[in-house]
Nanobody, 124 residues
């Protein structure tokens, strides 16, 4: 089970940290990631962190602003979001699965479990 939290309303340029607490997973070996879905748009990839080795990969739109990390002791993955923009407004979903080949990182094919989503709104 994945439980996402930490969303909210923030002004442009602000920061938020999303959390995704997990239960029932082999967390240390699981690949974890984040996707988001804006109103009237399809869900899109945001970030991924490989379970073994810790390699990370980001969508171009968030690279340099967002950071995915984890705390193995807490079985929790985080998404630190800085310099937020109105276009970052979306429901954010955490995901767990098996790390795919590089060409499939942005797809949902590697996801085995989804969290319930947390709303992030960036507005003045």
């Amino acid at each position: 089970q994945l439980q996402a939290s930490g969303g909210g309303l923030v002004q442009p340029g602000g920061s938020l940290r999303l959390s995704c607490a997990t239960t029932g997973l082999s967390f240390s070996s699981s690949t974890m990631g984040w996707f988001r879905q804006a109103p009237e748009k399809e869900r899109e990839f945001v970030a991924i962190r490989r379970g073994s080795g810790g390699a990370t990969y980001y969508a171009d739109s968030v690279k340099g602003r967002f950071t995915i990390s984890r705390d193995v002791a807490k079985n929790t993955v985080y998404l630190q979001m800085n310099t937020l923009r109105p276009e970052d407004t979306a429901v954010y979903y955490c995901a767990a699965g098996v790390y795919p080949i590089t060409s499939m990182v942005r797809t949902e094919t590697w996801v085995r479990y989804w969290g319930q989503g947390t709303q992030v709104t960036v507005s003045s």
